[in-house]
Each structure stands twice: as structure tokens, then as C-alpha cells.
């Protein structure tokens, strides 16, 4: 699975977008990139995920480059209860390794008031 | 009522002890997984299984065994404890069969070895 780069932190106002970028210039065409979020010592949740076109859900919205080497998750108004590490991860669908999920460090986000 | 559950979600113990963590989840999902978290290394990979007769080591599994008692239970079992397996611990179940590989993470059970 190719290796993704994403800062360590970030901070953001609450009530405006939170823009959590991510970087995984080895992916393959065949690699979706999915992103998940950890809320303090909570377990990992499921946020959203794409292979090529853009992708938007009830919690966040997704954009990928044309040259998918870079993707940014958007949360369009972030809250307090946003604050927790993103991961950013590029796995293939099938195949391969696609039984685990490989967490890098992420990005903590920080919703301030 | 959560869909993935883990049980306890804190324990303590002594070096050399046998414990069991459980996970159960109503999700109707075929795999199951068990992931360790350590400050600042991510989660890493102790075991899986893709139905009750399929169990596969993950990345770190010495130390510890897994049963599959049922399609919604999922055991993991330190023989015999020792303190650098003090870490959170997460269950973790997923269904290929829609096409994509999301994964739905218990809350954890946080484990003390001293």
C-alpha cells in the first residue's frame, strides 16, 4: 500500500472549514484513499473514502487531485467534537494486503472556540 | 446499542497472568480483526479472521492466541502477560461484500501489565 504524508497538526475555528490535507505521491491506480478519524483513545471511525472522483457524505467531503497524488479531507463547519487525530490512508480494494488498515501518525486536528 | 463491543474496557493484571479480551458485534460481518495502539506508533495488527474456521496472524502476534467462537465473537488471549503489552486494544469488523473495505472499530479496551 503506498505511504501517505499528512501534517502533524492543525488547528481550526469552530464554525469554519477545517481543510486536512494529504500527500501520497506513490499511489497506484488501483488504490482508493480512505480516511478515518480518532476522537481521544476512542476507536478509529470510518469518514469517508474515494479512488479518483470527488466524494462527499453527512460528515465531510473529499478531493482528490487529477493526478491523485494529493488528496484534502473538508469538514465544511467544524465543531468542538471535530478535535481528534485524521488518518489518511491508501489501500488497494482487493487483493494484496487489503486485510488491515495501516494507520500512519495523522494529523491531530484542534477545533478551537 | 453499540454495534461493536468490547469487554472490559479497562483491566489490570500481573506479569504472567493469562487474560482474555472479547469482542462481540451485531453487525453481521464476516472478518474481524485486533489491533494494539502504542503512544505515538499508530495501530498495528495482531490478528484476523475472515470467518469462524479462518484465523491469520497479523503483524505483531507473538504473545498472543485468538478464538472465533462465532461469526460474532472474537476472543484474544495473552497466555501469559507482560508489561510491554500494556497498551489500548481495538476490535475491529469489516464486510468486503459491498466492494469496499471499511472497517468498524470497538471503543477499546485499555490493558495494564505490571
Known amino acids: 500500500d503506498a505511504k501517505t504524508t499528512q501534517p502533524t497538526s492543525m488547528d481550526c475555528a469552530e464554525g469554519r472549514a477545517a481543510n486536512l490535507p494529504c500527500n501520497h505521491s506513490?499511489?497506484?491506480?488501483?488504490?482508493?484513499v480512505y480516511w478515518y478519524r480518532q476522537i481521544h483513545s476512542q476507536g478509529p471511525q470510518y469518514i469517508i473514502h474515494?479512488?479518483?472522483n470527488n466524494e462527499t457524505n453527512e460528515m465531510a467531503s473529499l478531493i482528490i487531485t487529477e493526478d491523485r497524488k494529493s488528496s484534502t479531507l473538508i469538514l465544511p463547519h467544524a465543531t468542538l467534537r471535530d478535535t481528534a487525530v485524521y488518518y489518511c490512508?491508501?489501500?488497494?480494494?482487493?487483493?494484496?494486503?487489503?486485510?488491515?488498515?495501516?494507520f500512519g501518525k495523522g494529523t491531530l486536528l484542534t477545533v478551537n472556540p | 446499542d453499540a454495534d461493536v463491543t468490547q469487554t472490559p474496557r479497562n483491566r489490570i493484571t500481573k506479569t504472567g497472568k493469562r487474560i482474555m479480551l472479547e469482542c462481540s458485534q451485531t453487525?453481521?460481518?464476516?472478518?474481524m480483526y485486533w489491533y494494539r495502539q502504542d503512544p505515538g506508533l499508530g495501530l498495528r495488527l495482531i490478528y484476523y479472521?475472515?470467518?469462524?474456521?479462518?484465523?491469520n496472524k497479523g503483524e505483531i502476534s507473538d504473545g498472543y492466541s485468538v478464538s472465533r467462537q462465532a461469526q460474532a465473537k472474537f476472543s484474544l488471549s495473552l497466555e501469559s502477560a507482560i508489561p510491554n503489552q500494556t497498551a489500548l486494544y481495538f476490535c475491529?469488523?469489516?464486510?468486503?461484500?459491498?466492494?469496499?473495505?471499511?472497517?468498524?472499530f470497538g471503543p477499546g479496551t485499555r490493558l495494564l501489565v505490571l
Open positions: 475491529a469488523t469489516s464486510d468486503p461484500g459491498q466492494g469496499r473495505e471499511t472497517q468498524y
Open positions: 479472521s475472515f470467518d469462524v474456521k479462518d484465523i
Open positions: 490512508i491508501v489501500r488497494a480494494e482487493f487483493g494484496g494486503s487489503n486485510y488491515k488498515l495501516t
Open positions: 506513490t499511489i497506484s491506480g488501483n488504490e482508493y
Open positions: 474515494g479512488l479518483k
Open positions: 453487525k453481521g460481518h464476516d472478518r
